[in-house]
């Protein structure tokens, strides 16, 4: 089994700054793209940020300039550094994993989420 376990999430005032991990843990071969969703109170779930197993990273234009995430491989983590919040960043934010269980020719990369973890800029 393959968990993935957030943290970092919480309260901040507009402006204020924030850092999001999301580590991965159990049954892992190879992991591929890790990253991050959100989803607000009456909204879908939208992409935030994600990036590849190669360092690569993508962005959602709400969010380029302010957001930046990052990895660890080593740690199996990945983080979400988010700066200049706004009202608007408030959602539940969930981290994702691609992730390959075993070496064996019949395994396939698999998505795995996260619980969520709530942030909520607001005065």
């Known amino acids: 089994q393959v968990q993935l376990v957030e943290s970092g999430g919480g309260l901040v005032q507009p402006g204020g700054s924030l850092r999001l991990s999301c580590a991965a843990s159990?049954?892992?071969?190879?992991?591929?793209?890790m990253g991050w969703y959100r989803q607000a109170p009456g909204k879908q779930r939208e992409s935030v940020a994600r990036t590849s197993s190669g360092g690569s990273t993508d962005y959602a234009d709400s969010v380029k300039g302010r957001f930046s995430i990052s990895r660890d491989n080593a740690k199996n983590t990945v983080y979400l550094q988010m700066n200049s919040l706004k009202p608007e960043d408030t959602a539940v934010y969930y981290c994702f994993a691609v992730i390959k269980s075993g070496s064996a020719w019949y395994e396939r990369y698999e998505d795995y989420w996260g619980q969520g973890t709530q942030v909520t800029v607001s005065s």
């Open positions: 159990g049954n892992i071969f190879s992991i591929g793209a």
